[in-house]
């Protein structure tokens, strides 16, 4: 039937203007900005860097590999990496970035950055209130405006930040049981080293013993 979406349209909110005067359910309208509607945990708005522990720079996940930079479809994330390393969660030395800046005017929210990060270094915030006067400037936010605590990532995205924590303490007790493993088998390989030099030492040492006294002429022999 023609226009029978309008119609039913019509009807829903005739029953929720209706409704509202009786039951709190039916009062669809919130009062914005004093009332807030609480945000779905999927809602995403622009990327931001997650750091570890208290300091933004020493503990930034992100390495400069740059892998957001050419894969972002607008083109709006600028990367550039540093000449020195700096060790990471695991305490592996790393790179990571001098500069590292989204201008959120281009961003087109796609999460394309965040699911090509191969170190869990860049999120999707929630924070949709950026309106600015400033065009150019105040839409160009450097590394330290987007660094935000793992705190904080867990506060917005609980459920997925507690699988991505869940996955970095897997591959760093991997690589601390690899770390192990290697140095016990050079401790291993170093007592078997030492081992082995004692023996043919202490070989040595008989040998040379038994041939000093068979050359020793005997108090017999000289009468």
């Given at each position: 039937m023609l226009g029978e979406g309008i119609i039913k349209g019509l009807l829903e909110t005739a029953r929720n203007f209706?409704?509202?005067?009786?039951?709190?359910?039916r009062l669809t309208t919130v009062q914005y900005p004093e009332e807030r509607e609480p945000l779905p945990e999927a809602s995403r708005v622009f990327p931001f860097l997650v750091y570890d522990g208290s300091d933004?720079?020493?503990?930034?996940?992100?390495?400069a590999c740059q892998i957001c930079e050419k894969e972002c479809p607008p083109k709006c994330i600028y990367i550039e990496k540093s000449a020195d390393k700096k060790p990471d969660a695991?305490?592996?030395?790393?790179?990571?970035?001098?500069r590292f800046d989204i201008d959120i005017s281009v961003c087109m929210s796609c999460q394309i950055c965040v699911e090509v990060c191969p170190f869990e270094a860049i999120k999707m915030d929630n924070k949709f209130e950026l309106a600015t006067d400033d065009?150019?400037?105040?839409?160009?936010?450097?590394?330290k405006k987007l660094a935000k605590p793992n705190e904080y990532y867990h506060q917005i995205h609980p459920t997925e930040a507690a699988e991505v924590d869940a996955r970095l303490a897997a591959e760093r007790a991997a690589v601390e049981a690899k770390a192990k493993a290697a140095a016990e088998a050079t401790a291993?390989?170093?007592?078997?080293?030492?081992?082995?030099?004692?023996?043919?030492?202490s070989e040595k040492?008989?040998?040379?013993?038994?041939?000093?006294?068979k050359n020793t002429p005997s108090a017999g022999g000289g009468a």
């Open positions: 209706a409704g509202s005067y009786v039951s709190k359910e933004w720079l020493a503990g930034m996940r992100c390495v695991v305490g592996k030395p790393q790179a990571y970035p001098t065009r150019f400037g105040g839409l160009l936010l450097d590394r291993a390989k170093a007592a078997a080293a030492k081992a082995a030099a004692e023996k043919v030492a040492t008989a040998t040379e013993k038994a041939s000093s006294e």
